[in-house]
């Protein structure tokens, strides 16, 4: 079923979602079937599966020399969409990038989506490589993720790349794109951000899931002023509990987004990991809280495929 859908059938009650990653290849799928067995008496209504595209690694060919490999380190994300949604009977939501993919290779994609009934997709460009300063499109890949809502949103009337198709069967994709309350990391200003946030509304999005945020103003201070721009679809909060004393920097550095200083402080005091991820789940629930209060369709949670701080948050909020 859509996220559209979801919504209209959820009578304004908040429902729990969450986030998985795929393992690292070599690792089973059960580790993740034991996540989510944990998480399902919460009654998700979806999950949403995220894509890793290939790294380039150096490994050493002998000789002090070394090869420039293509390795792909979490694959599968199709496959995990289509067990999910065979095992527990929830929709199953999969991340597609511009990244690593040609046009050509987004319609096969998406047509194995279709195959496998999966009704939402997340539309996002993806980062750059490591070895690189700036993303960068392949040679017949999209640029941003407005380009790539306009591919899906075409398949969805019927356009495929060879126009010559007759006759072609019309995809219905609910097309979720991301949305950032401090600003994506690149962008001049939230501002500018918003202004593209509204390219790909136009392109087709109908649904905005936002990056995480510890400070819920942020959150929505975003909303009021998407809204005042003219987009009127549904924003729905992505929380993250800290779980770590390295993720004090690690969260700023990597994702642009600020910690609130009362956090900041009550996490240094930590002796451990097990007081930060403590401090993490009951700062976590005081934000589910009071989004819960204004009524956020839904509370979508990174769980980064564990399920013990998600479960202790999922329990005092659902
Ligand atoms: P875009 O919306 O394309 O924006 C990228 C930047 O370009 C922004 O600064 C924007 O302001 C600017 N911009 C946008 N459109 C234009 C335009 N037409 N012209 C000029 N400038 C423009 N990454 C993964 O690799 N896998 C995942 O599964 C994944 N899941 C995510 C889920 C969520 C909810 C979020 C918030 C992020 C996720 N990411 C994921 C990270 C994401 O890929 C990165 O943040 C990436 O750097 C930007 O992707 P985007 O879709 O937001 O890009």
């Given at each position: 079923m859509k996220i559209t859908e979801h919504i209209a059938q959820s009578s304004g009650v908040t429902q729990f979602t969450f986030e998985i990653l795929p393992p690292l290849?070599?690792?089973?799928i059960h580790a993740l079937f034991n996540v989510i067995d944990e998480l399902m008496e919460f009654n998700p209504p979806f999950i949403d599966v995220t894509y890793h595209r290939e790294e380039h690694v150096y490994k050493e060919v002998g000789n002090g020399l070394l090869e420039k490999k293509v390795i792909k380190k979490r694959p599968g994300t199709v496959g995990i969409c289509a067990a999910i949604q065979g095992k527990y009977k929830v929709d199953a939501i999969p991340h597609i990038l511009c990244g690593g993919f040609s046009k050509e290779d987004t319609e096969n994609f998406l047509i194995d989506l279709d195959f496998l009934e999966i009704d939402n997709v997340v539309a996002l460009r993806g980062d750059a490589l490591s070895n690189e300063t700036y993303f960068t499109a392949e040679e017949d890949g999209h640029r941003y993720a407005n380009e790539l809502v306009e591919q899906i949103t075409a398949l969805n009337q019927?356009?495929?790349?060879?126009?010559?198709?007759?006759n072609s069967h019309a995809t219905n994709f609910c097309i979720g794109v991301s949305g950032y309350p401090e600003k994506h990391m690149e962008a001049p200003s939230l501002d500018s951000d918003i202004h593209f946030l509204k390219k790909k509304v136009a392109a087709g999005a109908e649904y905005v899931v936002t990056q995480m945020?510890?400070?819920?103003q942020k959150y929505f201070d975003f909303v009021r002023k998407v809204r005042a721009e003219g987009i009127n679809i549904p924003i729905i909060p992505g929380l993250k509990p800290l779980s770590t004393l390295?993720?004090?920097n690690m969260i700023p550095h990597r994702f642009h987004v600020d910690l609130p200083e009362t956090l900041v402080k009550e996490v240094i005091k930590c002796k451990d990991n097990n007081a930060v991820k403590q401090v993490g789940i009951e700062w976590c629930i005081e934000q589910s809280k009071e989004l819960k209060e204004s009524n956020v369709p839904f509370l979508h949670y990174y769980s980064m495929s564990k399920s013990d701080n998600i479960k202790a948050i999922a329990k005092e909020i659902f």
């Open positions: 290849k070599g690792q089973s019927g356009t495929y790349l060879d126009e010559a198709l007759l945020f510890f400070d819920n390295k993720q004090l």
